[in-house]
């Protein structure tokens, strides 16, 4: 059984930074990608960033030059650098962790979800 554990979410003032990490444990493909998605209220669920084992990574326009992605792959760790923060990146930030086996069967874990909140 995989699980994935968020921490570092919370309030910070415009302009301010948060780190967010999610530690994963289980058995775990060492071919896998980690992301960050978000969900604010009334709105779908969004990719942030991802990160291959090899450590390419991908930002969603909004935070491009904003947001860092990046792992820790003998901790099976990804982090989230988020500065120069905005109130609309005010959301539920859920990390997830995806590989795909044989027969292209597809895996994929989510955390429960970490509270940021940006105030203006």
């Known amino acids: 059984q995989v699980q994935l554990a968020e921490s570092g979410g919370g309030l910070v003032q415009a302009g301010g930074s948060l780190r967010l990490s999610c530690a994963a444990s289980?058995?775990?493909?060492?071919?896998?990608?980690m992301a960050w998605y978000r969900q604010a209220p009334g709105k779908e669920r969004e990719l942030v960033a991802d990160i291959s084992n090899g450590a390419t990574a991908n930002y969603a326009d909004s935070v491009k030059g904003r947001f860092t992605i990046s792992r820790d792959n003998a901790k099976n760790t990804v982090y989230l650098q988020m500065n120069s923060l905005k109130p609309e990146d005010t959301a539920v930030y859920y990390c997830?962790?995806?590989?795909?086996?044989?027969?292209?069967?597809?895996?994929?874990?989510w955390g429960q979800g970490t509270q940021v909140t940006v105030s203006s």
């Open positions: 289980g058995t775990i493909s060492s071919f896998n990608t």
């Open positions: 997830n962790l995806n590989w795909y086996a044989m027969w292209n069967k597809k895996y994929d874990y």
